[in-house]
């Protein structure tokens, strides 16, 4: 079994060492993010309503997937468009044999764990030369230069499941002008960044550390993989927080439904008195074996017992696709509990495996391999809310 390493994390010390904190106000975060949800799902269906449309009606005129909510498909420009703002230079200036030789890395670290080592030294220093190169002066607003920045997101290993997204959407621009794909791509851009403005004066307080920890990461970050990661920006924080509150709306009637549902607890949560976690493999998986009584994952797993609702540890969200295969066609519902800038991504898998999920936030990012090893926490009555 792998080793659960956070018996010497330190507790945190204050807002200062994180990108984001919800613990500031947790009821006041979840009051915030539900209300600018509702406006942003009615600004974005305002400004760009007759393109989903005409989207919803090339997918099912194509038969590419069973049909998503409409909400689901309004999120997905907001998407293009903030990685479009943040990364689309950099793609444009991406060469070929780097992306290949990248997107193979990503590949074989997931596919054999045993090799995660090497190719995470090769990816580091990949995503740091093309992070250190000059970006294009200008992005490229049209097919080529869209299904290009797709290629480089998926590349990076660190946008599967939003590239995946944005294939669909390079297909239905393929069905458009030159100039109605210049006009959309542009519409997006604008979109997006509507979006941060306002994300940053709404939700802003709960993410002050952010800019402060990217201006860190060039150096403390060079050549290691998650240096990507871990410079991603406030807009790219919201947008994830705001993702995550749709879907948790749309799978909400599945989740419901489902009989047996199991939480999915990150090992940054374990917090045992001496030593490592003890936790115990159990049918793929890890279980809380109780060792120490004030670690949040005991206190967790024993308040929700009685309501027999069951516990699961995830060592890495690395492994996190792995763990979920266990539950794919079992009928059991899915709380995820992640950091911020894992859940979209975990969204999106539990949905491609017709696994009915809700989402609940970290209170504060603590992971000793990308962040400042803390034992992290949740808020409990937002675990039970969603419950």
């Known amino acids: 079994m792998e080793q659960l390493n956070s018996g010497n994390m330190n507790q945190p010390g204050g807002i200062e060492q994180f990108a984001y904190d919800l613990s500031i106000d947790e009821g006041e975060f979840y009051c915030r993010l539900s209300d600018f949800t509702d406006d942003q799902l009615a600004a974005i269906d305002d400004c760009i309503g007759g393109t989903i449309d005409r989207f919803i009606a090339h997918m099912l005129m194509t038969g590419a997937e069973n049909p998503r909510s409409r ?44 090799i995660k080592r090497f190719c995470d030294a090769k990816k580091g220093k990949l995503i740091t030369g093309m992070l250190n190169a000059p970006a294009a002066e200008s992005e490229n607003p049209d097919l080529h230069g869209f299904r290009s920045f797709v290629r ?25 002008s030159k100039d109605a794909q210049a006009e959309m791509i542009e519409q997006w851009s604008a979109l997006a960044a509507a979006f941060a403005a306002d994300a940053r004066i709404r939700l802003g307080l709960f993410t002050s550390g952010v800019e402060r920890i990217r201006k860190d990461v060039p150096v403390r970050n060079r050549n290691r993989e998650n240096r990507l990661f871990c410079g991603r920006s ?7 927080m705001f993702a995550a509150e749709v879907m948790n709306r749309e799978f909400r ?26 936790a115990a493999e159990s049918d793929g998986s890890l279980a809380c074996s109780g060792c120490t009584a004030s670690c949040q994952v005991n206190i967790l797993t024993s308040a929700l017992a009685p309501y027999r609702v069951g516990t699961s540890i995830i060592p890495h969200s690395s492994g996190f696709s792995r763990y979920l295969k266990r539950w794919e066609g079992t009928g059991t519902a899915l709380v995820g509990v992640a950091c911020v800038l894992n859940l979209l991504r975990g969204g999106y898998e539990m949905r491609g495996l017709g696994i009915p999920a809700q989402c609940v936030f970290l209170d504060y990012s603590g992971c000793a391999k990308h962040w400042n090893g803390c034992a992290t926490k949740l808020s409990a009555s937002q675990l039970f809310h969603v419950l």
């Open 152 to 176: 480089w997101l998926a590349s990076t290993g660190e946008f599967i499941e939003e590239a995946k997204r944005l294939e669909h959407w390079a297909g239905f621009l393929a069905a458009q």
């Open 71 to 114: 909400n689901e498909y309004l999120l997905e420009p907001l998407i293009a468009g903030i990685l479009w703002n943040e990364y689309a230079c950099r793609s444009r200036a991406a060469k070929m044999s780097q992306l290949i030789r990248l997107s193979v890395y990503s590949s074989a670290r997931n596919i054999r764990p045993s």
């Open 234 to 240: 406030e807009a790219e924080y919201h947008m994830n």
């Open 253 to 278: 009637r599945g989740f419901a439904a489902a009989e047996k549902k199991v939480v999915l607890l990150p090992a940054c949560m374990s917090h045992p008195g001496r030593g490592s976690c003890r």
